[in-house]
């Protein structure tokens, strides 16, 4: 017999990670077959200058950040990923709110995307691996695409460090993953008091309905035959 967890009522859930991931990987193979890297490949989407495809690689976490070494970041994406499938198949056996473990699954699904590009791409990818590495495998490269320079200014004098210096408004470039990830976090920060509130409330529900049938039950057993 199957976990409940992997029943059909429930397979919604992995069908979101799974479909996270297809888009993410798909992305990013067309844009590795299908467009010169930088400025020179760049396209307009619909012919918008604050919305592009511009195909660059990212040997850091998400949105270009690098904060440590390679083999550790693919190593720590492999055991985030291990913890979070953990906990995720935990909150659907807890049967939490419905919106938190959606919230879960786009994490998790762009997880999986950008880890298979660090485990993965420098293997199979021509030109994919990091300098140096000193193995293909789990030094790859995470594919980035879409780019959003929506406004660009100065700063004002006044401000410490970066003041008179310019700034591009949206400046990052990512990926499918890292917008399934971003979309999953903030969904928690913003609703994560009704996700609980309502859970509360469900086990309130269940609490009151269980005193209720036990309750019942005493009272048939007291009556007289």
């Keep these: 017999m199957q976990p409940e967890f992997f029943t059909m009522k429930y397979k919604k859930y992995y069908l979101v990670i799974l479909t996270v991931v297809l888009i993410d990987q798909i992305t990013k193979l067309l844009v590795y077959q299908h467009m010169d890297m930088g400025y020179r490949g760049e396209i307009k989407i619909f012919g918008m200058d604050w919305a592009r495809l511009h195909y660059t690689l990212n040997e850091g976490m998400a949105f270009g950040l690098k904060i440590i070494p390679k083999l550790a970041l693919s190593l720590f994406r492999i055991l985030a990923i291990t913890v979070l499938l953990y ?55 995470v594919i980035d695409m879409l780019y959003f320079p929506m406004f660009e ?73």
């Design 87 to 141: 906990f995720f198949s935990l909150q659907i056996k807890n049967k939490v709110h419905t919106g938190f473990i959606l919230c879960l699954a786009l994490i998790l699904g762009g997880a999986i995307g950008n880890a298979i590009d660090s485990v993965f791409y420098g293997v199979f990818l021509e030109g994919n691996v990091i300098d140096n590495a000193p193995t293909a495998w789990l030094h790859g490269q």
């Design 153 to 225: 200014g100065r700063f004002p004098e006044w401000v410490p460090a970066w003041g008179g210096g310019r700034f591009l408004f949206f400046s990052a470039i990512f990926n499918v993953a890292d917008s399934a990830i971003f979309m999953g976090a903030v969904s928690l920060l913003i609703f994560n008091k009704r996700f609980f509130a309502a859970e509360e409330e469900n086990n309130q529900e269940e609490t009151i309905e269980k005193e209720t049938t036990e309750k019942i039950s005493t009272d048939e057993e007291k009556m007289p035959d």
